[in-house]
């Protein structure tokens, strides 16, 4: 037991966590074809010919048009290897203008067009189903501007997300978003996907950091909603239907963002707990004592832990417990904070709420607990085929869902493990087995479904629909706001060219 430790060394903590892992490509085969897997119909879409590829390279040039197949390969696989299009071309424009021409041409044409940022998404919705255009933001890499008294940035969507925290961190900012696949995702593919992650406890939905987005419609229309001002009640809030609604009514080709500052004393503990019960007694102990210095609180269960160190050869740094939690302060006080945790951390080993744990005081040591809770999603994807569940669920129930899935399966699979946002309510519930088939993919669905519905939960919390969720969006959604969310794609889109077999379902 090291809780009891000194804090001096947290006063030399100046520098906000961040993780520099970089997304790892996994090592299992190509996934069959997302069409025959799922036996998809073709929509009524034109198929590029050599004079499109003629037109894609007056607009972006001969290099930014990409047709060698081994090239493509990424491009059209998912993250974790589950999904797979049949792209043949990917187009790497750079402006605005650019963009703007190409969707007006693939109106015109009717060429469906998938946008990708970084394909990190987890729902499939990143990679083509059949022969779509993939439009990549890889080149639109710009910061704009940063007012480092408002903290207001402006960039262009192709920004790492990681690179630009980097660059804010000069002028003592940071972006209100963090996530594992930080090395990789754009910030257009973050918007687009309205990305929750390790940060939102603190600083709310991307919903309210983000103050304007600039997108290209289906036809080419540049919607300039790029908005820098904090209060903006004139009319409807366009932009907000561009967030979260994943490439499917229009291209996001900038984004304004209220970045926060960064904080001055950051620190991090790490918890061995016995039960779930104690998890949710320890986050609302740490809501109640730490305040607003709280600003992560993460969980992961036993079998994590086990599948983090036997793929990747993390070291647990505390013994073996059924859940351990993380939990993360920033402040601008390291004096006050210091105290704070030191009081909250001797209640909860006095009472026995946690068994065990430490409290990393330096960098170093706060990015190698922050890997092996970041890293669960890339192990899971050296232990089998990954089915991926992220859901919305009152806080006391949500590790029932884990038994009752293992209960369900009745040893279908090789691991189910439990991990997530807790301080948010956000369950990633994950099997894993030896390949994808039907008998074990219609055990697990619907019933995870269901069991998320019965519990009045949200069937995707974070990583939104995409193409393996869309069908199942009445478990959250009424039929009226399905029934409109169409009418509303519909006016946005009516060739429906954008992002094609995505987000919505086939039919109501
Ligand atoms: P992509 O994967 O390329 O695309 C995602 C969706 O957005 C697709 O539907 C795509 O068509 C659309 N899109 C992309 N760019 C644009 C654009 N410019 N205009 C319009 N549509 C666009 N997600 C979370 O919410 N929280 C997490 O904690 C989290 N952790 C993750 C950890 C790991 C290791 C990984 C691999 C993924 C994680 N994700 C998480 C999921 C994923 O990283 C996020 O959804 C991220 O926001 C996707 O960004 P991207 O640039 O990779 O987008
Ligand atoms: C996470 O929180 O680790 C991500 O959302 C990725 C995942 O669900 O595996
Ligand atoms: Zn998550």
Redesign the pocket.
Known sequence: MNLARSFTALNKLLNFVKITRT?VAQSHSQPALTAETYNVKRGNYSTTNASDLDTFRDIVGGNNVVTEASELQGNNV???KTVRGQSTVLLKPKTTAEVSKILKHCNERKLAV??????????G??VPVFDEVILS?QRMNEVISVDPFSGVTVCQ??CILEKANQDLLEHDLIVPLD???KG???????????????RLLRYGSLRGSVLGVE?VLADGTVLDCLSTLRKDNTGYDIKQL?IG????L????AVSILCPQKPKSVNVVFLGVDRFEDLLLLLRKARQDLGEILSAVEFVDSDCIGLVGKHLKLVNPIGDYDFYMLIETSGSNSQHDEEKLSSFVEDIITSQLAKDGTIATDFNKMQSIWKLR??V??ALTHDGYTFKY?VSLPAHVMYDMVHDTRKHLKGLYNSVVGYG?LGDGNLHLNVTCPEYNKTIASAIEPFVYEWTAKHNGSISA???L?FKKRNYIQYTKSKESINLMMKIKEMFDPNMIL?PY??LPDKL
């Open positions: 997304c998912d993250w974790i998938c946008p990708q940022g970084g394909n990190t998404g987890l729902v919705g990143s933001t969507a192709g996530l594992g696949a990789s995702c754009h910030l257009g593919g973050n918007i687009s996907t309205n990305a929750g992650g390790l997108a561009m609604s994943e490439g499917t229009g291209f996001v080709t970041e890293s999603a890339e992220d946002h974070e990583h939104g995409g992002n995505k987000t």
